[in-house]
Structure formats: structure tokens, C-alpha cells
């Protein structure tokens, strides 16, 4: 499957649950929601932030840290977007800190793993957006890294 | 007269508002009932007193490509506690996309006596009104059902074939970009995507979204939804319609506004939509 650890723990754990477990799971995961603070980014948010194909109208910030990793940020202006709160809290907790090489291998099919297969297509659409926004920012420091010490 | 009733509507009654919602909580002859494409809304909070009804596990048959028959519905009733004489009232995230849905199944069982809350969860929400997290348990009723009626507003792969080498209206509701061709489905989608992009010949493309106020997710008035359709797309309400998406859930929102909206009289869902035309051998497609 390729996921950094902590995604790789998390994944084998929700394959336990029962459909009710893991959806009480993932609510209880959205509730711990926290929006990009001031200091990364305020409104009106850039369009090179806006998750593609996200309904609920996720951003992604992506900020380099000294250790050559990224810490994740998001925003979901969709009061509604339970889902894309929950994403985006399962993808700072468990890819944030990870080297940039690990988290430009993760694949888009995560979504399926967290969430399960009951997704209609835009949901999913949206929520492997996240994912790719992930990835791409993770590829671009890898490229740089890797720049670098060539 | 309501706000409702104000708006022109052909068949208003269809429409309740989030007020005559919540002045209905308690009357046990109303079953609301949420229907959302993120499985994770309902569970995160809902109106008091509201049951789910999830599109895929609930309204479609789970091995063929196919509603649920009369069985289905009938124990789908019995778990929510309705009888043929409960009002059901439908809302749900996207603007009512999926309650329309929902409520688009219910009458091909002709379960009538249903209609939807005006603006959804996002009118309810924009009115600081509250959701709960307690799923409620109804005492399991008797639903006798009649079977499964396709032949009003259904529509079938070979009936549009017919309908549209007759060059009668097609309404496409999907995005620009989807009626364009431009975009076909996101890669790893094979239950829904489709080999070939672009649309049905003669058809209109009107996304189904035009026909919500963004700001609280309420339908538009009869005569902007009239300009809509009307004027600009030049429909008119005696016309032999088909409406379809990619799947048939948006263009039920579609059927929804048109037929008791603007009392088109003969609107029919293709639920085949694009996930079927755009994959079969040999039909005719426009870019």
C-alpha cells in the first residue's frame, strides 16, 4: 500500500471498525477541525490554494519546515464539509512531519481506505483533490531536496 | 399567502418551509427524511426526528444496476415507519440534490403524499436552527406497496435513443465542462466514468444549479426558473421532456423543478444518464 506510518496504522485500524464505528470515528475526527491560522494564510484565500474538484471548498497550504518536511494546513468554507474536515485533520495528523518522498508516494486511493467504498463520485472527486494538493506540494519539496544535494 | 406560496409555483404544496419544518416536529403523521451524498452529514447532526435514507444503500437495488423493486421499498418503509398515509418530507446537503433524488424514487411507488424542505440543510444551518445527533427509532409499519412504476418518469436507454433521433427535448443538467466533453471522470471511477465525453444530440445544457439561490439553497421563483428554461432554453410546459446527468441524481433535481415547479407535464429521468450513453456502442454523441 506504500502509506508513511502513522497513515499505515491508521488505515489497518478503521479496517476493524464496522461501518457505524468508523463513520462515529470520522465525525469525531472532523469535530477536531482546526482552520489555517492567521499567520499562514487569511481571507480572501488564493485560487492556487483551492482544492480541485472539492465541493466543499477546501484549501491547502503546505508550509516547509527546517527538518525538510511539510506541515499541513486547510480550510474548509463549507459549514457543511464534514468529510473534507475530517480529510483534511486525517491528513495533517498523519502526513504532516513525514518526509516530503513518503508523502509524494501516498495515493489518491487513501480515500477509499479511510472512508470506504460508499462514496459517490464527487465526493470522492473532492477528497482525493485534497490528497493530490498533498502530494503535489510533497513532490515539488522533493524535487527541491533532491535539487539540492545533487 | 407563504413566501412559498408567493413564488408563483405550480404545484406549492410541494414545497414546506424550514418555519412549517419546525412547527412539525412532533406530529407523528411527518417522517422527515435526510438524504445527502457525505455519509458522514447525517450522522454529524440532523433535524430532530429525521431519518436517513442513503442513495446507495438504501434506494438502489445492490446487485444490478437498478432501483430497489417493491419488496425493497416496502421494508425500506417499514424501517423508517411510514404508512402510505405519512407525509414524508425530504431534505439533505447540496441543495436538496440527493432529497430530490430520493423523493424522484419515492414517487416511482407513487408514494405522493411527499415533499421537500425548502433550502435543505443549508437554509436550516443559515438559520441558526439546531441539529441533533440522536438517531431516532420508529415502531416498524406496514407498507403495502404497489410495484415499482418506470413508465411515467423514468426514462430508458432505447426510449431516448427514439427521443432523440426525434429531436425532442433533452435537457443535460451535468457541468459545462462535462456537457462539453471536456471532462469525462476522475481516473480509478469505473462504476461511473465513461469512454466517450460530450452529450446526447439536441440536448440543453442547463446545470441544475441554476435553479437554487446560492445564498440559502431555496429553489429560485416560477418566473426566474421560467426564464431559465422558458425563455432562454425555449421549453415549454407541454413538451415531451428527458432530463439526465451522469447517474440520473441531478436531473432529478431537474425533473423535481420542472414538473412541480413550472407543471411541465410529461418530464422523464434518464438514470442511465452519462454513465451509460457515454459507454455504449455505437450512440450518438455531440461535443
Known amino acids: 500500500m506504500g502509506y508513511p506510518p502513522k497513515l499505515a496504522e491508521l488505515v489497518e485500524t478503521l479496517e476493524l471498525l464496522s461501518r457505524m464505528e468508523r463513520i462515529d470515528y470520522l465525525i469525531s475526527v472532523a469535530d477536531r477541525f482546526q482552520e489555517v491560522p492567521d499567520n499562514i494564510a487569511r481571507r480572501p484565500y488564493g485560487e492556487e490554494h483551492k482544492v480541485p474538484a472539492c465541493e466543499s471548498e477546501a484549501y491547502m497550504w503546505a508550509e516547509k519546515q527546517s527538518d525538510q518536511t511539510l506541515k499541513l494546513y486547510f480550510a474548509v468554507e463549507n459549514p457543511q464539509g464534514i468529510s473534507a474536515k475530517a480529510m483534511a485533520v486525517i491528513l495533517d495528523e498523519n502526513l504532516s512531519g513525514e518526509p516530503a518522498e513518503h508523502l509524494a508516494m501516498v495515493s489518491g486511493d487513501m480515500v477509499y481506505d479511510i472512508f470506504g467504498r460508499e462514496l459517490s463520485m464527487g465526493k470522492s472527486m473532492g477528497l482525493m483533490g485534497m490528497v493530490s494538493m498533498v502530494t503535489g506540494s510533497a513532490k515539488k519539496l522533493h524535487a527541491m531536496i533532491a535539487e539540492a544535494t545533487s | ?287
Open chain 2, 1 to 287: 399567502m407563504s413566501a412559498i406560496e408567493s413564488r408563483g409555483y405550480s404545484q406549492p404544496d410541494v414545497l414546506v418551509s424550514s418555519d412549517w419544518v419546525a412547527a412539525h416536529l412532533d406530529d407523528p403523521n411527518v417522517r422527515l427524511v435526510e438524504s445527502n451524498e457525505d455519509p458522514l452529514v447525517y450522522p454529524s447532526g440532523h433535524i430532530a426526528g429525521a431519518v436517513e435514507v442513503d442513495w446507495t444503500r438504501d434506494l438502489n437495488d445492490q446487485l444490478r444496476r437498478d432501483y430497489l423493486d417493491k419488496d425493497g421499498f416496502e421494508a425500506l418503509a417499514r424501517r423508517i415507519g411510514i404508512t402510505s398515509e405519512t407525509t414524508v418530507v425530504f431534505y439533505g446537503d447540496k441543495n436538496n440534490w440527493w432529497a430530490c433524488y430520493a423523493f424522484w424514487v419515492f414517487q416511482l411507488f407513487g408514494h405522493d403524499n411527499a415533499k421537500v424542505m425548502d433550502g435543505g440543510r443549508l437554509k436550516w444551518h443559515r438559520e441558526g436552527r439546531d441539529f441533533v445527533r440522536d438517531q431516532p427509532s420508529y415502531a416498524a409499519t406496514t407498507y403495502k406497496a404497489p410495484a415499482r412504476d418506470d413508465s411515467s418518469i423514468r426514462a430508458f436507454r432505447d426510449q431516448v435513443l427514439v427521443h432523440a433521433e426525434k429531436q425532442l427535448p433533452l435537457v443535460d443538467v451535468r457541468s459545462p465542462e462535462e456537457y462539453s466533453g471536456e471532462r469525462l471522470h476522475m481516473p480509478d471511477f469505473p462504476n461511473e466514468g465513461a469512454l466517450r465525453g460530450g452529450h446526447i444530440p439536441g440536448a440543453k445544457s442547463v446545470p441544475w444549479a441554476r435553479a437554487i439561490n446560492p445564498e440559502d439553497g431555496s429553489f429560485l421563483s416560477a418566473s426566474e426558473l421560467r426564464a431559465i428554461y422558458q425563455d432562454e432554453q425555449g421549453l415549454d410546459p407541454s413538451d415531451n421532456v428527458v432530463a439526465y446527468c451522469r447517474i440520473g441524481e441531478r436531473s432529478s433535481h431537474t425533473w423535481f423543478v420542472l414538473t412541480y415547479l413550472l407543471g411541465f407535464e410529461n418530464v422523464r429521468n434518464y438514470d442511465g444518464s452519462w454513465t451509460e450513453w457515454g459507454n455504449l456502442v455505437g450512440a450518438p454523441i455531440e461535443k
